[in-house]
């Protein structure tokens, strides 16, 4: 039972039970808003019919002719509610935005290189490595994990405005860039 | 004066404000001032510098210049514009905009800034005026929308009347059909247009609006657009309409969307026969098995095709037999069961199970009795994550069918006890996991905590809250990121009297920036019984200040000292700047929920009930004098004129008790009363009361010194009404949400202000003193002076004039009650130490106790002004009131002793042992419950297993706590004592 509706702002009232988690950031008002005000239609949430919150995805549209393309920046799926798909339908709706409304050629996303459960959920939903950006996040101060920890996949996936798949690349964990060289 | 090499020399200042460097602006600016001294730009880029560094007072003088001299040129007006928005000074802004719009009229730019200006001071309806100019003069559609915005929100703002919301939706709607491009594919601008149509209820125009090709493209990708349009049809009854939609992109797309299933189903079944009389369009009853024959069909379909990788159709397929079955249509009873056990085969081991299945399993009797003993003939093991899963929600469901009769301590006790088992028997499945990851068995110990919450209520023992915690303490530890351990430990912690390890699990859970204003309820809820302020100990003052920190960073850059009333409020919303933007993006859709968020942040409940707490905790520490009694006084009263939006976050809390039983949340509330906006009117009363007579401010002058704006105030509330009136106001429903002992002392301060009051308004200073001292204070917070300010003449009305001393009203002995009260709260006091009742329970009659005395104080500091007393020849009140202090100090100074005494027996050996053995049925080692650490390495399977001492460490820190809050604040009470004396 999980209902795909828009990402509003009053929402940051109730997403406590998916930000509690270590790994989903709350940032402050700003970003949320900055997103909403620009990009309300790569934002969603996943919620249960009787109101409280499972899971959200926040993106946006950047890049120039045909680097532009849709971006995930925050995605997460509350604990209680994982391996039940929703990550994969909200990913499915940034997907459709970014082709349909957008007409980006690609979306992509970072991750960090330890996260397996994430990489592995993009490479079977046919996103690659692009590139290894290092120093991308901070630490998080959780002991041994080194680099590994702090890099970032940068990772890819052609929408149907790139047919040939120029936008991505097939050895993409080589290709190391330094974090200034990004965003 | 070459302007290019003026430019050239401005740069670097520019550079220094950018980096933060002001006063090398202001050196800057210095110099260039000397060869331009009539430059506005200089001086506006002075005075930015200035009011960046705190300088208001002389960054008001080079304000003011630039002001008056009305500049047009686009440099000057943005650094005044944020010299403005420092100052709070938003209508300022507005009007130097449109000064300058008026020399320049053909500036677009310029049009487009004071349009903004307005809407960053929510005046939509001079937005909207300035919107349709700039489209009759630069032609963009954009202004045209700009304006039907506004007008949307002018309409759909509190303080418009009814009558004339009618008339600006049809002004919007005129104006959005003239504008309409068929052609073009701008979901918000259709989002807008729907939404207009809605409001006027022009349902059939929005059917027609969105079922064009237009309509349908922009709906197929916009979730904003495809809600209205759901609501739409659902206003207008096209429930076979939408249905057939649904079913199509159920099937045809493969769309999971929860909404859809519920569009189908309505279609198929309405949830209840009440909501089919409702008219809804289900005319065509007699079909009605037809359609629930084919709904099945297609359900079950989906469900086969989907199997393990959705769980939609299944969940579908019981919501609609749970429908059937309300309509009475049902033919194969056995059914619900089936899909029950189907869910459960299928998806047992995904944790969202039990969640899912909780509105379809209460069953009758028969049905009930084959779901549990499928539920208890499962296999139960934990050897894999599926299994362990499975388990977990195997003890779930059967607890929330557990019946009333069945919930005995002698039941529950081994229920508790199996549970911890159970989980220590799971540990070694998540033992490899790094300490970042939850721990599969987490909900085994979170479950054990609920049972043992159960346990207290049932039974009263707080032995019981000890094996929560001590299970949930070693459970923290294998799994330091589960939130929801560390907020089941806060609220238990808590409930033993034990606030400071309450506050460290709190802090674990890292709350940042908007969840303060959600979750901070969990520690600061009537934390002043647990404040140590009036020994120094500052922790809990400091944690409300620091979650409120988010109201003011939202509303940032406000420094007291605005002289100048801005138009509707006097900080700087962040969220304006997001509103401004999404009007520049057109993301229509956005701007009222951006304000709705707004205004839910700016009036928050929790917001107000810390700021109270903190009031409560101040007064025990610092001195009691006219400035804090003045700057709290205005806070308070601009807090009474509030309308509240409670944004708590009481849901993150599972709920596993059974059936009908109060949920742990409940269970576990600190003296059983949740503080909601009934007991904050109830203290802001009682405060506002005391202040204001202990104040010399008086309406008229508070309303010229006041810092800004009031609140904005809601048509809702009961404003109108007199403010004497709205004090002594007493309803029902705000009297419940107090405390028998809050009740108490509620009259007794309101008898206290009673009796004082004729002494008050007779020898309060006349409102000239009055402003010279407020005045003073004021200069010497701010730096600022205020606005000139004319005494009101003293023409021998109003409150606070002069009066000759034999019109003294005739000293009457202070009532009965007041004396009274304190014996009243001696006696509960030493019965509660006596009946071994709990220890927030006892700190909370002696902080009630102690804050009578407090209000004491401050309702009779003025009389201890001797001059005053003799002008007035108020003798004998002093003496009345000298009298009744020497009794408060005497029993307030008498619980203070004996919560010393209580500390020091806490905190002892027997008390450790005692928790200690109390948790005795989960240790694995039998050895005795001595004091005797039993290093964790020494027993066999290491750290999966609950020890003594593990339990022993626990039982340190709970008794530890106690003894230190009890002890405490038994010595704050000697200090407040001392100082009040
Ligand atoms: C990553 C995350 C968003 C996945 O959410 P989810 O809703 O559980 O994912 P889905 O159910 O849609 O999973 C889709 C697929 O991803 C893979 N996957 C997801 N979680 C997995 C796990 N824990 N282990 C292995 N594979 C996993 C599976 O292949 C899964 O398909 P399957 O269940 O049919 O086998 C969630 O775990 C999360 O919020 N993590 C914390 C935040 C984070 O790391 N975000 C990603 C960084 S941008």
Known sequence: MSIIRPFRATDLFTFNNINLDLWTETYGISFYLTYLARWPDLCCVQAAPTGPLMGYILGKAEGTSTDFHGHITALTVAPEFRRLGLARSMIAFLERASDDTYGGFFVDLYVRCTNAVGISLYEGLGYSVYRRVREYYGSLGLGPGGKDEEDAFDMRKPLSRDPHRRSVRPNGRDMIVSAHDVS | ?981
């Open chain 2, 1 to 981: 004066m070459s302007a290019a090499a003026l430019e050239r020399q401005i740069r670097p200042i520019y550079d220094a404000i950018d980096t933060g460097s002001n006063k090398s602006a202001i050196v800057g600016c210095n110099k260039l001032l000397k060869k331009y001294p009539k430059n506005d730009l200089l001086k506006a880029l002075k005075a930015l510098a200035l009011v960046r560094s705190q300088k208001v007072e002389e960054s008001l003088v080079f304000c003011e210049e630039v002001l008056a001299s009305k500049p047009t040129d686009d440099a000057t007006l943005t650094a005044m514009m944020h010299v403005l928005r420092h100052l709070g000074r938003h209508a300022d802004t507005v009007t130097m905009f449109e000064d300058a719009l008026k020399r320049q009229p053909g500036n677009e730019e310029l049009a487009m800034q004071t349009f903004f200006a307005n809407v960053r001071t929510g005046n939509w309806k001079a937005g909207q005026q300035l919107a349709t100019k700039l489209h009759k003069q630069f032609h963009a559609d954009r202004y045209t929308y700009w304006s039907i915005m506004c007008a949307v929100l002018q309409a759909s703002d509190s303080t418009t009347p009814a009558n004339m919301r009618d008339l600006l939706f049809k002004l919007a709607h005129r104006l959005v059909t003239s504008a309409w491009n068929f052609t073009e594919l701008h979901a918000d601008r259709l989002y807008l247009h729907v939404s207009i149509l809605k409001a006027l209820n022009l349902y059939d125009d929005a059917q027609t609006l969105l079922e064009s090709e237009q309509g349908q493209a922009i709906c197929s990708r916009s979730l904003a657009c495809d809600e209205l349009r759901r609501e739409i049809w659902k206003a207008k009854g096209l429930l076979q309409e939408e249905g057939k939609i649904a079913e199509e992109r159920i099937v045809e797309k493969r769309d999971r969307n929860w909404l859809e299933f519920l569009s189908f189903l309505d279609a198929t079944v309405p949830p209840s026969p009440q909501s089919a009389s409702n008219g809804t369009g289900l005319s065509t009853y007699e079909e009605t098995p037809q359609r629930i024959i084919h709904a099945r069909e297609v359900l079950t379909n989906v469900a086969e095709k989907d199997g393990t990788r959705d769980r939609s159709g299944l969940l579908a397929l019981l919501e609609l037999e749970q429908r059937v079955r309300a309509h009475s249509l049902s033919s194969e009873p056995s059914r619900l069961v089936d899909l029950l056990l189907q869910y459960f085969e299928t998806f047992g081991d995904k944790a969202a199970c039990y969640e899912d299945l909780k509105p379809y399993i209460t069953l009758d009797a028969e049905e009930l009795s084959r779901w549990t003993s499928y539920l208890d003939g499962l296999p139960r093991s934990s050897s894999t994550l599926s299994s362990l899963q499975r388990l977990i929600n195997i003890y779930k469901l059967t607890r929330y069918n557990l019946p009333t009769s069945e919930l005995t301590v002698e039941l529950e006790v081994p229920r508790a006890t199996k549970l911890v088992q159970e989980y220590l028997d799971a540990l070694p499945l998540g033992k490899d996991l790094p300490n970042t990851e939850l721990q599969p068995a987490d909900d085994l110990a979170i479950l054990a905590g609920q049972v043992y919450a159960g346990l207290y209520s049932l039974a009263g023992d707080e032995a019981y809250l000890h094996n929560a915690v001590a299970v949930l303490e070693f459970a923290s530890k294998r799994s330091p990121q589960s939130y929801l351990i560390h907020l089941q430990l806060v609220r238990i912690l808590r409930l033993l009297g034990a606030p400071q390890p309450a506050l460290e699990h709190y802090r674990l859970l890292n709350v940042k920036q908007v969840q303060n204003d959600t979750l901070s309820h969990y520690v600061l809820n009537r934390a002043s019984s647990f404040s140590l302020a009036a020994t120094g100990d500052l922790t809990y003052a400091s944690e409300c200040l620091e979650s409120s920190q988010i109201y003011i960073s939202n509303s940032q850059e406000v420094k007291i000292g605005n002289s100048q009333p801005a138009s509707r409020r006097a900080n700087v919303r962040q969220t304006a700047e997001f509103i401004v933007r999404a009007f520049t993006g057109e993301k229509y859709s956005q701007i009222p929920d951006f304000i709705s968020f707004e205004d839910r942040l700016d009036n928050s409940l929790q917001r107000d009930l810390v700021k109270m707490e903190h009031v409560r905790m101040r007064i025990t520490h610092e001195p009691i004098n006219s400035e804090l009694i003045n700057l709290e006084l205005i806070e308070l009263k601009f807090i009474f004129d509030r309308f509240h939006h409670d944004n708590r976050d009481f849901e993150i809390l599972p709920k596993y008790q059974p059936h009908g039983q109060p949920s742990f949340l409940t269970q576990t509330t600190l003296l059983g009363k949740q503080p909601s906006l009934g007991w904050l009117w109830v203290f802001l009363k009682i405060y506002i009361k005391a202040l204001q007579q202990a104040s010399d401010m008086d309406y008229s002058l508070e309303e010229k010194l006041l810092i800004g704006d009031r609140p904005k105030q809601s048509a809702a509330s009961d404003i109108h009404i007199p403010m004497e009136e709205r004090l002594d106001s007493r309803r029902p429903e705000e009297l419940a949400e107090l405390t028998a002992d809050e009740l108490t002392f509620y009259n007794f301060t309101t008898d206290l202000a009673d009796w004082l009051a004729p002494y008050h308004n007779h020898t309060r200073p006349p409102p000239s003193v009055a402003l010279a001292e407020a005045t003073k204070q004021l200069e010497s917070k701010s730096g600022l002076p205020p606005k000139a300010v004319e005494a009101p003449a003293s023409n021998g009305t109003g409150n606070g004039h002069v009066k000759k001393a034999e019109d003294a009203p005739p000293v009457k002995e202070g009532p009965a009650s007041i004396v009274g009260f304190f014996d009243h709260m001696h006696k509960r006091f030493d019965a509660l130490v006596e009946s071994n009742g709990s220890l927030p329970e006892i700190l909370h009659v002696a902080s009630l106790a102690q804050e009578a005395l407090l209000l004491f104080s401050i309702e009779t500091l003025r009389f201890k002004n001797a001059s005053l007393v003799k002008i007035h020849k108020l003798g004998a009140l002093v003496q009345n009131i000298k009298t009744i202090r020497s009794s408060a100090l005497a029993v307030v100074g008498e619980i203070g002793a004996e919560l010393i005494k209580i500390g020091e027996s806490e905190g002892t050996s027997e008390k450790r042992r005692a928790f200690v053995s109390q948790c005795e049925p989960f240790l694995s080692d039998l050895g005795v419950s001595d004091s005797r650490h039993i290093p964790r390495e020494a027993t066999l399977t290491g750290a999966l297993q609950i020890t003594h001492g593990d339990v022993l460490d626990v039982a340190k820190k709970v008794t530890d706590a106690r003894k230190k809050a009890a002890e405490g604040f038994g010595k704050g009470i000697g200090r407040v004592c001392a100082a009040h004396a």
